[in-house]
């Protein structure tokens, strides 16, 4: 019994004599003063068992028969316990999930789920599980605004994943892709997301206890908005001439401007009535352009900090009006901890930070110091790779995890980016969707847990182990080659760099080292030939990690090629590369919609460039 694979592990589980064998026709008892709250928990345990071979009906009256009961969901609204936790009681005789609230029934469901997946349904072995989750919120963030926009079926599928993984909150950060009627042309080519599938996917995140967050980013990230004649004038810089690092003119919402409230009033107006979370993340990180153009002499005279406080408090403000909480990323305001006392204690700061010793306790501890509730944002490590960095995003996450407990974070958002074209497939990121769910349920009892395994039974439906360790390994190929940038992995760069920025960093390679990589893509590879995911895109999974395999092969062939020491020619390279390309966009239509998918290979046409 100590083989038992769950996750997230629960915090208490004894073992106990003897075992349980279900029978057919046993009842499913929801024992609830409002069962039809439960309702759908019940349906999700009574679809389960029917799926191997057990019939069970579901009832609702205490007068129901015990010895027709097979399982009993008691709610216990009286109970004395953390909210969210639950017991799990198997005997010989029955099976009993009690808690305090109906999440807490879910995710006794959701362990007893698991454990036949474990055990088998034949027999189940006595035991007794008592949990709770360390983080109160345990969320996870889809980037749907730099390419990629999934598909409502891609959200339906991930939803139930995470949710049997007890996450319960997600977001979809948003820039440009809500489908705004009074503003058509930011979104025009971004195959958007519509009110009426938010509507749908917030009634399909609420009966699995997730709350679907609203997200829309309301003053850096507008870069979007100011390509357009109607919203340039809003931007924070006067001209297009103006440029910084990021390479082009405004970033970032003038504060000064009145116009740029009246922008962020109106977004608001027009997103929030399609949600029914009481939360709202209103972004207002990365402001880089702030104080370097209109809003210069105002910064300079009161100071950069004070200007973006405020206008970030007339934000807060909107956000009330609404009745929601908002929630803003606090990489500005930390950089001023004299103002972080100044924040509304009815608001939430999102401490974010990806790299494995991030984010940092201190940041933590000025956010609690202060009062001001906030919540720990890691992140997955997939942006800015092609297959992941395992051992940055297995770290990044334990160290949010940590720091957020010892200095009282009320959540863990795990973040997943598509930076720069958006190129990782989905499957990268389960990795840290997965660790992320464990760590924040209960780090003590999960930090160590078996990776490959957890991925293959929980995500793959991988009896042979095997794509669980090809996801694992392919993920740290990036340690291979020496060079280590922050946020990113090598390859990834070499890919997007031109010939003429590869030799800059010629001395920092060695062709031995491309080799040798190559080795080390090919053994990390290796299992999928054997492995049998059983999952309903089981063969699609199978060929987004082939492609990722070969895609990180060319990056190795390309940086042969581009020091002089490759042994294929660029056509060869050049005739690769167009057949990778067809595969991406081929395995980008079967998760996303269409929208960024020109964005996204115009990437790859530069790199084809260096073949010509």
Same mark, same amino acid.
């Given at each position: 019994m100590n083989k038992l694979n769950l996750l997230p592990n629960p915090r208490q589980m004894t073992i106990l004599p003897g075992s349980l064998s279900l029978s057919n026709g046993r009842l499913i008892l929801i024992d609830s003063p409002n069962p039809q709250q439960l309702y759908f928990t019940g349906k999700k345990l009574q679809e389960a068992l029917s799926k191997v071979g057990l019939?069970?009906?579901?009832?609702? #009256?205490?007068? @129901?028969?015990?010895?027709?009961?097979?399982?009993?969901?008691c709610l216990s609204p009286d109970k004395a316990s953390t909210p969210q936790s639950y017991q799990l009681d198997i005997t010989p005789k029955e099976v009993v999930i009690e808690a305090q609230d109906e999440p807490g029934i879910f995710y006794g469901v959701c362990t007893l789920l698991q454990l036949i997946a474990n055990t088998g349904i034949a027999s189940l072995p006595c035991l007794k599980i008592v949990d709770w989750p360390d983080f109160p919120a345990?969320?996870?963030?889809?980037?749907?605004?730099?390419?990629?926009?999934?598909?409502? $079926?891609?959200?339906?599928s991930l939803v139930d994943m995470l949710a049997s993984w007890k996450v319960n909150q997600l977001q979809l950060y948003t820039e440009h892709t809500f489908a705004y009627r009074h503003h058509p042309e930011v979104w025009a080519k971004a195959s958007p997301i519509t009110g009426e599938e938010i509507m749908m996917l917030d009634v399909y995140c609420k009966e699995r206890f997730i709350d679907l967050v609203p997200?829309?980013?309301?003053?850096?990230?507008?870069?979007?908005? =100011?390509?357009?004649?109607?919203? =340039?004038?809003?931007?924070?810089? @006067?001209?297009?001439? $103006?440029?910084?690092?990021?390479?082009?003119?405004?970033? #970032?919402?003038?504060?000064?401007?009145?116009? #740029?409230?009246?922008?962020?009033?109106?977004?608001?107006?027009?997103?929030?009535?399609?949600?029914?979370?009481?939360?709202?993340? &209103?972004?207002?990180?990365?402001?880089?352009?702030?104080?370097?153009?209109?809003?210069?002499?105002e910064c300079e005279r009161r100071g950069k900090g004070r200007v973006y406080l405020e206008f970030l408090l007339k934000i807060y403000e909107l956000v009330k009006s609404h009745n929601r909480t908002m929630q803003f990323w606090g990489d500005i305001i930390i950089q001023y901890p004299e103002l972080v006392p100044e924040l509304p204690h009815d608001t939430i700061a999102?401490?974010?930070?990806?790299?494995?010793?991030?984010?940092?306790?201190?940041?933590? $501890?000025k956010f609690a110091a202060a009062g001001v509730p906030y919540y720990v944002c890691p992140g997955t490590s997939s942006w800015n790779t092609i297959a992941g960095r395992t051992d940055n995003a297995l770290g990044n996450l334990s160290t949010?995890?940590?720091?957020?407990?010892?200095?009282?974070?009320?959540?863990?958002?795990?973040?997943?980016?598509?930076?720069?074209?958006?190129?990782?497939?989905?499957?990268v990121s389960y990795l840290g969707f997965a660790a992320g769910a464990a760590y924040s349920w209960d780090y003590q009892t999960n930090h160590n847990q078996d990776m490959p395994a957890v991925l293959s039974l929980h995500a793959f439906q991988d009896s042979t182990s095997s794509l669980g360790r090809v996801a694992y390994d392919l993920g740290n190929?990036?340690?291979?080659?020496?060079?280590?940038?922050?946020?990113?992995?090598?390859?990834?760069?070499?890919?997007?760099?031109?010939?003429? $920025?590869?030799?800059?960093?010629?001395?920092?390679?060695?062709?031995? &080292?491309?080799?040798?990589?190559?080795?080390?893509?090919?053994?990390?590879?290796?299992?999928l030939t054997g492995a049998k995911p059983q999952t309903s895109d089981g063969s699609l999974l199978l060929r987004e990690f082939e492609h990722s395999a070969r895609l990180l092969r060319?990056?190795?062939?390309?940086?042969?090629?581009?020091?002089?020491?490759?042994?294929?020619?660029?056509?060869?390279?050049?005739?690769?590369?167009?057949?990778?390309?067809?595969?991406?966009?081929?395995?980008?239509?079967?998760?996303?919609?269409?929208?960024?998918?020109?964005?996204?290979?115009?990437?790859?046409?530069?790199?084809?460039?260096d073949y010509m």
């Amino acid at each position: 019994m100590n083989k038992l694979n769950l996750l997230p592990n629960p915090r208490q589980m004894t073992i106990l004599p003897g075992s349980l064998s279900l029978s057919n026709g046993r009842l499913i008892l929801i024992d609830s003063p409002n069962p039809q709250q439960l309702y759908f928990t019940g349906k999700k345990l009574q679809e389960a068992l029917s799926k191997v071979g057990l019939t069970c009906q579901i009832a609702a #009256s205490r007068a @129901t028969p015990r010895e027709q009961v097979g399982i009993t969901l008691c709610l216990s609204p009286d109970k004395a316990s953390t909210p969210q936790s639950y017991q799990l009681d198997i005997t010989p005789k029955e099976v009993v999930i009690e808690a305090q609230d109906e999440p807490g029934i879910f995710y006794g469901v959701c362990t007893l789920l698991q454990l036949i997946a474990n055990t088998g349904i034949a027999s189940l072995p006595c035991l007794k599980i008592v949990d709770w989750p360390d983080f109160p919120a345990r969320g996870v963030m889809l980037d749907i605004s730099r390419d990629k926009v999934y598909t409502l $079926e891609t959200l339906f599928s991930l939803v139930d994943m995470l949710a049997s993984w007890k996450v319960n909150q997600l977001q979809l950060y948003t820039e440009h892709t809500f489908a705004y009627r009074h503003h058509p042309e930011v979104w025009a080519k971004a195959s958007p997301i519509t009110g009426e599938e938010i509507m749908m996917l917030d009634v399909y995140c609420k009966e699995r206890f997730i709350d679907l967050v609203p997200n829309q980013n309301s003053f850096g990230h507008m870069h979007r908005w =100011f390509d357009h004649p109607r919203y =340039f004038p809003l931007g924070e810089l @006067t001209g297009v001439e $103006e440029k910084n690092w990021w390479g082009r003119g405004s970033y #970032s919402l003038c504060p000064g401007d009145p116009g #740029s409230l009246e922008l962020v009033k109106g977004l608001y107006e027009e997103l929030l009535p399609h949600f029914s979370s009481q939360l709202f993340n &209103v972004g207002c990180d990365e402001t880089f352009d702030l104080g370097l153009g209109r809003s210069k002499e105002e910064c300079e005279r009161r100071g950069k900090g004070r200007v973006y406080l405020e206008f970030l408090l007339k934000i807060y403000e909107l956000v009330k009006s609404h009745n929601r909480t908002m929630q803003f990323w606090g990489d500005i305001i930390i950089q001023y901890p004299e103002l972080v006392p100044e924040l509304p204690h009815d608001t939430i700061a999102l401490e974010w930070g990806y790299e494995a010793a991030s984010p940092p306790a201190d940041h933590c $501890e000025k956010f609690a110091a202060a009062g001001v509730p906030y919540y720990v944002c890691p992140g997955t490590s997939s942006w800015n790779t092609i297959a992941g960095r395992t051992d940055n995003a297995l770290g990044n996450l334990s160290t949010a995890a940590q720091n957020g407990i010892k200095h009282n974070a009320i959540g863990l958002l795990n973040t997943d980016w598509g930076d720069n074209g958006h190129w990782q497939v989905l499957p990268v990121s389960y990795l840290g969707f997965a660790a992320g769910a464990a760590y924040s349920w209960d780090y003590q009892t999960n930090h160590n847990q078996d990776m490959p395994a957890v991925l293959s039974l929980h995500a793959f439906q991988d009896s042979t182990s095997s794509l669980g360790r090809v996801a694992y390994d392919l993920g740290n190929v990036y340690k291979a080659v020496g060079m280590i940038p922050g946020n990113a992995s090598a390859l990834f760069h070499i890919m997007q760099m031109p010939f003429s $920025e590869i030799h800059k960093h010629a001395n920092r390679f060695d062709s031995q &080292v491309f080799h040798h990589v190559l080795d080390v893509i090919d053994q990390a590879s290796q299992p999928l030939t054997g492995a049998k995911p059983q999952t309903s895109d089981g063969s699609l999974l199978l060929r987004e990690f082939e492609h990722s395999a070969r895609l990180l092969r060319h990056a190795c062939q390309r940086g042969l090629l581009a020091l002089g020491n490759g042994s294929r020619s660029p056509a060869d390279l050049d005739l690769e590369l167009r057949e990778i390309m067809i595969e991406y966009q081929s395995l980008w239509l079967a998760r996303n919609r269409p929208g960024g998918l020109v964005d996204s290979l115009a990437r790859f046409e530069k790199a084809r460039l260096d073949y010509m």
